[in-house]
Nanobody, 120 residues
Framework: VQLVESGGGLVQAGGSLRLSCAAS????????MSWYRQAPGKQRDLVAR???????DYADSVKGRFTISRDNGKSTIYLQMNSLKPEDTAVYYC???????????????WGQGTQVTVSS
């Protein structure tokens, strides 16, 4: 299984970024796909997730600003991040887990992470 994130970078507060995560080695349409983030000294937290059917959940801190989407034909998910804030600064990780294990993301696969830095 391989999950490759891209799209991170440095952006000013109020700006936008779009992250991508390309998956291989899995049956993409069987997997819950998620974005997590981890800031220095903090735990890794769920940002957003999307089921194979397209149902979405978001952390309260990003609702209305971030949008998760998936392209099952390309085995890729995206995270459109708008109105970015300095507190969004973190390493963002992609996660894939079979829907049967949706409550246990650590039983799935993780990408290497991509850094997002939002300057004030």
């Amino acid at each position: 299984v391989q999950l490759v994130e891209s799209g991170g970078g440095l952006v000013q507060a109020g700006g936008s970024l779009r992250l991508s995560c390309a998956a291989s080695g899995i049956i993409f349409s069987d997997n819950l796909m998620s974005w997590y983030r981890q800031a220095p000294g903090k735990q890794r937290d769920l940002v957003a997730r999307i089921t194979p059917g397209g149902s979405r959940d978001y952390a309260d801190s990003v609702k209305g600003r971030f949008t998760i989407s998936r392209d099952n034909g390309k085995s890729t998910i995206y995270l459109q991040m708008n109105s970015l804030k300095p507190e969004d600064t973190a390493v963002y990780y992609c996660n894939a887990v079979h829907m049967k294990l949706f409550h246990s993301p650590d039983l799935g696969s993780w990408g290497q992470g991509t850094q997002v830095t939002v300057s004030s």
